[in-house]
């Protein structure tokens, strides 16, 4: 045990660092390389079964997809290709005009559990999210995080939802639009915490993130 909290040199602007010189130590972390990758690029994948986890009912309907006479087409993901947003109970209270003028994290108030997250101005991945989990985080008054992955109509999960975010922020002034996203602190985090691996920025080109 030390007597005081080791002071680590961070020069290299990133953390954590491969070396750390502590107390006469130099503990080692292996280095991130400049490109991540999904299982499906790395080994070839049959079949996907999104979620984290997924759940039993899209378990026992893979199962049964697989075991039956016709088999989906190789590389199929095994979940309906809907958005999120279609099977959310709280989808009839989504205005049409939605306006953001702020954004809010869940810890920060309580959330009206009947009405739509992202009009209470939470960030919420449903509209960038295929749906089939039963939309069960919302049932919990938490936001879809967009652990089921994209559809197959969209490129890129972040972008869409960024794009979808962006639409709806009723600031025309940069100020204006830096003060409503202001409220997301961890842009890359929050849009790509499932999938950066598969989206347009998954290579690292600077060595200072």
């Given at each position: 045990m030390y007597d005081e909290a080791p002071t680590v040199s961070n020069d290299e602007g990133a953390r954590?660092?491969?070396?750390?010189?502590?107390?006469?130590?130099?503990?080692?972390?292996?280095?991130?390389?400049?490109?991540?990758r999904t299982l499906g690029q790395v080994v070839d994948v049959d079949y996907i079964i999104?979620?984290?986890?997924?759940?039993?009912?899209?378990?026992?309907?893979?199962?049964l997809a697989l075991l039956s006479g016709a088999r989906?087409?190789?590389?199929?993901?095994?979940?309906?290709?809907?958005?999120?947003?279609?099977?959310?109970?709280?989808?009839?209270?989504?205005?049409?005009d939605l306006h953001i003028d702020a954004f809010r994290r869940p810890h920060t108030f309580a959330a009206d559990s009947a009405i739509c997250l992202l009009a209470q101005g939470v960030v919420c991945m449903g509209p960038a999210t295929r749906g089939g989990c039963g939309a069960v985080c919302v049932a919990?008054?938490?936001?879809?995080?967009?652990?089921?992955?994209?559809?197959?109509?969209?490129?890129?999960?972040?972008?869409?939802?960024l794009s979808s975010l962006a639409s709806n922020i009723p600031a025309d002034d940069a100020r204006g639009i830096d003060a409503v996203l202001a409220g997301?602190?961890?842009?890359?985090?929050?849009?790509?915490?499932?999938?950066?691996?598969?989206?347009?920025?998954?290579?690292?080109?600077?060595?200072?993130?």
């Amino acid at each position: 045990m030390y007597d005081e909290a080791p002071t680590v040199s961070n020069d290299e602007g990133a953390r954590p660092l491969p070396v750390a010189h502590v107390n006469g130590f130099a503990p080692t972390l292996p280095e991130f390389r400049n490109v991540v990758r999904t299982l499906g690029q790395v080994v070839d994948v049959d079949y996907i079964i999104p979620g984290c986890p997924p759940t039993p009912k899209l378990l026992k309907e893979a199962l049964l997809a697989l075991l039956s006479g016709a088999r989906p087409p190789k590389g199929s993901v095994l979940a309906p290709d809907i958005a999120l947003c279609d099977e959310c109970a709280r989808k009839d209270s989504k205005p049409a005009d939605l306006h953001i003028d702020a954004f809010r994290r869940p810890h920060t108030f309580a959330a009206d559990s009947a009405i739509c997250l992202l009009a209470q101005g939470v960030v919420c991945m449903g509209p960038a999210t295929r749906g089939g989990c039963g939309a069960v985080c919302v049932a919990g008054n938490m936001a879809c995080t967009g652990c089921f992955g994209p559809t197959s109509r969209v490129r890129d999960q972040g972008a869409k939802i960024l794009s979808s975010l962006a639409s709806n922020i009723p600031a025309d002034d940069a100020r204006g639009i830096d003060a409503v996203l202001a409220g997301i602190p961890d842009p890359v985090g929050t849009f790509y915490r499932y999938g950066l691996a598969a989206s347009m920025l998954r290579r690292h080109l600077s060595p200072h993130p």
